[in-house]
Nanobody, 126 residues
Framework: QVQLVESGGGLVQAGGSLRLSCAAS????????MGWFRQAPGKAREFVAR????????RYADSVKGRFTISRDNAKNTVYLQMNSLKPEDTAVYYC???????????????????WGQGTQVTVSS
């Protein structure tokens, strides 16, 4: 099993920045990819960004490209999401996700991931 704990959410004004962290524990030795998703009230959970842990290959949703950056610290089993130029429409609960093995997918769908954190609230005021 893999446990994921997010932190770093909060309230910020539009145009501001936040950095989210996701710390992994448990059977992390074979983890292949970690990602971030978000879910706004009344909406489906959507992909934000993901990073592979072997070569730091990244992928972003079009809505966050150029504003968000995902990075990793393998020694700490932690993935970060740096969010800049935040907009009110970025308001959501942000979830960290992980998968342990390379299944050959691009890892942008919720069902690509086996492990999930509890989420952290990000609120952007206008």
């Amino acid at each position: 099993q893999v446990q994921l704990v997010e932190s770093g959410g909060g309230l910020v004004q539009a145009g501001g920045s936040l950095r989210l962290s996701c710390a992994a524990s448990g059977r992390t030795f074979s983890m292949y990819v970690m990602g971030w998703f978000r879910q706004a009230p009344g909406k489906a959970r959507e992909f934000v960004a993901r990073i592979t842990l072997s070569d730091s290959s990244t992928r972003y949703a079009d809505s966050v490209k150029g504003r968000f950056t995902i990075s990793r610290d393998n020694a700490k089993n932690t993935v970060y999401l740096q969010m800049n130029s935040l907009k009110p429409e970025d308001t959501a609960v942000y979830y960290c996700a992980a998968d342990r093995f390379n299944s050959g997918t691009i890892y942008t769908r919720t069902y690509d991931y086996d492990y999930w954190g509890q989420g952290t609230q990000v609120t952007v005021s206008s």
